[in-house]
DNA sequence: ACCTGTTTATTGCTCG
DNA sequence: CGAGCAATAAACAGGT
């Protein structure tokens, strides 16, 4: 908070690193999408069943601590549990199941907006029905990534497998991407709960041309 | 005015 | 050590 005297030339000059990452090419930014992120949702965050809460959330003391997930998991469980939720509404769940997010912080509801915005993992539906914002849904239910990211997760030794699809074979990306958006429009399960999430229902084949992804 | 959503910047941490 | 990501902060625009 208080560290925030940069001039405006420091802005400037810092904000190459990381954000070429996923605007400067199309597959690459996709690469990553299925390269950490699902990877962090199959790997750490979500075990077999519900074990929901972390022990923490259950009666906890004043001095909540932090709860070991990111904002994008708190988010995605919301949205799992509920299927389409506003901002306040997750707003609500999360500082319902998370102590640590009780606090009428500006802070981390700020970066519960900003998730949701830059997370290509979350989609923004239609308007709510009253108040300003939108319901948001999960975009990708990556039906089909999980279960390659758990045995990704198992062995290690696949892991030069996984690399090597993503550099060698661009095409695979388009289609994974394809199949991502088309997933999260199109209606699917969930892979954990078994809800039925129905979005707009519109082929893969549309997502992949309005996506612009089909180059050859 | 407030809430929501987007964007940019910065910092800290992790990993190769 | 550099790159990349998560978290955080903040500015700004649009909608109600």
């Not at 420091?10 to 996709?30: I, M, P």
């Not at 972390?54 to 003391?61: G, M």
Request: glycine fraction near 4%; include cysteine; aromatic fraction near 8%.
């Amino acid at each position: 908070m208080a560290s925030k005297t940069v001039s405006d030339k420091a802005k400037w000059r810092r904000r190459k690193g990381s954000k070429t990452v996923y605007e400067d090419n199309d597959c690459a930014s996709l690469a990553w999408l299925l390269n950490f992120r699902l990877d962090e949702f199959v790997n750490v965050k979500v075990p077999d069943d519900e074990q929901e809460e972390p022990k923490v959330a259950a009666d906890s003391p004043p001095a909540a601590k932090k709860p070991p997930y990111t904002y994008p998991e708190l988010i995605e469980r919301a949205l799992r549990e509920n299927g389409e939720l506003t901002v306040s509404a997750i707003y609500q769940w999360i500082s319902d199941r998370f102590p640590y997010y009780k606090a009428n912080d500006e802070r981390w509801k700020n970066s519960v907006r900003h998730n949701l915005s830059i997370n290509p993992h979350f989609r923004k539906g239609a308007r709510a029905s009253q108040g300003a914002g939108h319901l948001w849904s999960l975009a990708a239910n990556a039906i089909d990534l999980l279960p390659l990211r758990n045995q990704f997760v198992e062995t290690e030794k696949t892991e030069e497998v996984q690399e090597a699809q993503i550099i060698e074979c661009p095409k695979v990306i388009v289609l994974d991407e394809a199949a991502i958006a088309a997933a999260s429009i199109i209606p699917d399960q969930d892979l954990f709960t078994g809800n039925t999430m129905f979005l707009n229902p519109v082929s893969t084949e549309q997502v992949v041309r309005e996506c612009g992804l089909i180059t050859m």
